[in-house]
T-cell receptor
Framework: QKEVEQDPGPLSVPEGAIVSLNCTYS??????FMWYRQYSRKGPELLMY????GNKEDGRFTAQVDKSSKYISLFIRDSQPSDSATYLCAMMPFNTNAGKSTFGDGTTLTVKP | NAGVTQTPKFQVLKTGQSMTLQCAQDMNHNSMYWYRQDPGMGLRLIYYSASEGTTDKGEVPNGYNVSRLNKREFSLRLESAAPSQTSVYFC???????????FGSGTRLTVV
């Protein structure tokens, strides 16, 4: 069983919809939680970075971490066609040796005009 | 532009050939990483370097070697390429080893 499981998708929504992307994990040592966006044939780009539990908001994006349930989410409000991409969750323990992240497999999102 | 630069962007190798993938960052980051990305398998860590002068194996190191040439550069070498090494390779870096990475744009490698 993988340490990080991500909803596989694909996900298709109309423009303006609220999108919810989710990951679960099994390693209780994970303390750092990241979301990356990856456009087709490009490298991943860091979107959100959260330490421990709670919410973090950045514009239309909100990251939530629930460590008691080992569940993280990324919400996208007022989704735009430019949000169409693959979204990767990633996690890292606090006592990591050199910041090795464990990634989910990604959820591909399409936002239709 | 500041960031992580990978060369080459595309490469086709024959089975048994060798090659080196180059990576350089100009952000004064301490830690650098090599990942491969395959459909259905996500990003898997090949090797990493916590700081200049150190390197360690990741999840899938077999068939690869690395060199941390200096603080800026971290290269990945395939000594004898195999079709199973067909993949997209990403280099990444982070300032302190905690938190999010900055990724390069990737090298698409095909081994025939």
């Amino acid at each position: 069983q993988k340490e990080v499981e991500q909803d596989p998708g694909p996900l298709s929504v109309p423009e303006g919809a609220i999108v919810s992307l989710n990951c679960t994990y099994s390693n209780s040592a994970f303390q750092y939680f990241m979301w990356y966006r990856q456009y087709s044939r490009k490298g991943p780009e860091l979107l959100m970075y959260t330490y421990s539990s709670g919410n973090k908001e950045d514009g239309r994006f909100t990251a939530q971490v629930d460590k008691s349930s080992k569940y993280i989410s990324l919400f996208i409000r007022d989704s735009q066609p430019s949000d169409s991409a693959t979204y990767l969750c990633a996690m890292m323990p606090f006592n990591t040796n050199a910041g090795k992240s464990t990634f989910g497999d990604g959820t591909t999102l399409t936002v239709k005009p | 532009n500041a960031g992580v630069t990978q060369t080459p962007k595309f490469q086709v190798l024959k089975t048994g050939q060798s090659m080196t993938l180059q990576c350089a960052q100009d952000m004064n980051h301490n830690s650098m990483y090599w990942y491969r990305q395959d459909p259905g398998m996500g990003l898997r860590l090949i090797y990493y370097s916590a700081s200049e002068g150190t390197t360690d194996k990741g999840e899938v190191p077999n068939g690869y070697n690395v060199s941390r040439l200096n603080k800026r550069e971290f290269s990945l070498r395939l000594e004898s390429a195999a079709p199973s090494q067909t993949s997209v390779y990403f280099c990444a870096s982070t300032p302190t080893g905690l938190g999010g990475y900055t990724f390069g744009s990737g090298t698409r490698l095909t081994v025939v």
